[in-house]
């Protein structure tokens, strides 16, 4: 990591903090730093980059905490065959209130062949207003403006803050945050804080700053119907024994109608009942994010009646990831032997998972489909949420909006799935999330990037923020 020393005069002003750190994005220091963090090839994907997931924890981030003032430990991930968690903390006083933040510094591979011409994925590259790069949105970039903010914040206030920091970055989060859960309870008690600031996803629109108290769960599971040991020809059989993947279709098909609307109420916000009012005036003039190259927001598709930012942020949603049967590379004339499916739902905080698979068995015998089976059932990312009602949104919120002279738009979730539960269910903090991505960002695939135009005003949230957290009289 480039060492560049910040030539600022030590001023405790709001104003001058904020003035000086666009002059430091805009003197290119954000752009240099996320060079050096790009270049090292930390995917935790690829088991031959294992050094470099390590490195970046070692030579990238633990000297940089450490010229701010945090002791760091780097642990093994609790959960074997997995990577490292490091443990920054920055104690001022123990009697102080203490915010805690993450990031992770795993990526994706790289999938160097897929690029577009010019791009590498472990090259920092600007195109415009963009910055291409693996894990320049995803999450190097990300968590980069929020310790650079901190770092410009210490250097302007002599070092002090008025409260504590603490910071868990994990290197396994592209593999499901595997061990994060059991990191945080084992480490509760030093981890214990009055609220989680963190960033990661997309914002509601590129030009929109957001402020989300929690994420959608990512629950998957799996349809088969094994209907014998191999194919049998089509013109003999076909018509007159069973055809696994039409019954895969039709259960799949009593799922959703046509137009994706789930028909499974236990799956959905109070069994399917209209949002509450308060839910909806949140999110009523809430921007969409339609920029993105491979698909746009299409009003009649999913829960009829709601907003394309009620359907992403509030409600739930059913996808099939996968589907195969037969040999689709090379199909021949059989009935295939089998079929299976691989599906998806994301669903909104306060559902229960566990009657996702019950009720799921119950709708598909009612279609008359008990063969259908269902395998691997899995809420791969729980959902999370900040206690209703809490004070933090707002207050984050106003302090953003202050900052950058924009409009910031709250949402109660963000639509993708990320390990704030962990801290929420074993730190009983409030969750907010500020993300600086946005949704054509094109993060695990080729040709991610970030927009200089969100990291700058990311950093200058950050800055804000972390000037702001000593006056918060709700700890």
């Known amino acids: 990591m480039t060492d560049t020393k910040e030539t600022i005069t030590v001023n405790t002003s709001r104003e001058d903090l904020i003035a000086s750190a666009v002059s430091l994005f805009d003197a290119g220091e954000y752009e240099r730093r996320l060079r050096d963090l790009v270049a090292i090839q930390s995917t935790s994907q690829d088991d031959t980059h294992s050094d470099d997931v390590q490195r970046y924890l070692t030579e990238a981030m633990v000297p940089w905490l450490e010229r701010m003032g945090f002791t760091c430990t780097i642990y093994p991930n609790p959960q074997a065959g997995f990577d490292p968690i490091l443990m920054a903390r920055r104690i001022e006083d123990p009697t102080l209130p203490s915010i805690i933040t993450y990031g992770h510094g795993d990526t994706v591979r790289g999938m160097d062949e897929q690029w577009s011409e010019g791009l590498h994925p472990w090259e920092l590259t600007r195109v415009g207003n963009r910055l291409y790069g693996r894990g320049s949105a995803d999450n190097k970039g990300q968590h980069l403006c929020n310790l650079l903010a901190l770092e410009h914040v210490l250097a302007a206030q002599d070092g002090r803050l008025g409260y504590n920091v603490k910071l868990v970055l994990e290197m396994s989060e592209e593999r499901g945050s595997a061990g994060l ?130 359907r992403r942020y509030a409600w739930t949603s059913f996808i099939v990831r996968a589907m195969i049967s037969g040999s689709p590379a090379s199909p021949q004339n059989a009935v295939a032997p089998t079929a299976s499916a691989a599906c998806e739902i994301r669903y909104p905080p306060g559902l229960d998972v566990t009657t996702f698979l019950p009720a799921l068995r119950r709708h598909l015998d009612a279609h008359g489909l008990q063969v259908v089976r269902i395998d691997n059932g899995i809420d791969r990312m729980p959902a999370s949420a900040t206690q209703s009602g809490s004070p933090w949104p707002t207050w984050v919120a106003a302090s953003i909006a202050r900052s950058t002279g924009a409009r910031v738009q709250v949402i109660p979730s963000i639509s993708g799935g990320m390990p704030g539960y962990a801290f929420a269910d074993h730190l009983d903090v409030p969750l907010i999330w500020v993300p600086h991505g946005h949704n054509a960002c094109k993060q695990h695939g080729p040709d991610e990037h970030i927009l200089t135009t969100v990291a700058r005003q990311g950093l200058l949230a950050f800055v804000g923020l972390w000037h702001d957290l000593k006056h918060v009289d709700f700890y």
């Open 181 to 310: 859960d059991t990191f945080i309870r084992t480490h509760a008690s030093e981890l214990a804080a009055d609220v989680f600031i963190a960033s990661d996803g997309p914002r509601v629109a590129p030009d929109t700053p957001t402020v989300a108290g929690g994420t959608r769960g990512n629950f998957q599971f799996d349809l088969s119907v094994e209907a014998r040991k191999g194919g049998v020809h089509s013109g003999h059989w076909g018509g007159i024994t069973t055809d696994p993947a039409l019954l895969v279709a039709q259960a799949l098909c009593t799922i959703c109608d046509s137009r994706g609307r789930i028909r499974i109420p236990e799956w959905l916000p109070v069994n399917g009942a209209p949002l509450a009012p308060a839910m909806r005036t949140m999110l009523r003039d809430c921007p969409t994010d339609n920029t993105g190259d491979a698909a746009q927001a299409e009003d009649d598709w999913g829960e009829p009646g709601l907003s394309t930012a009620e």
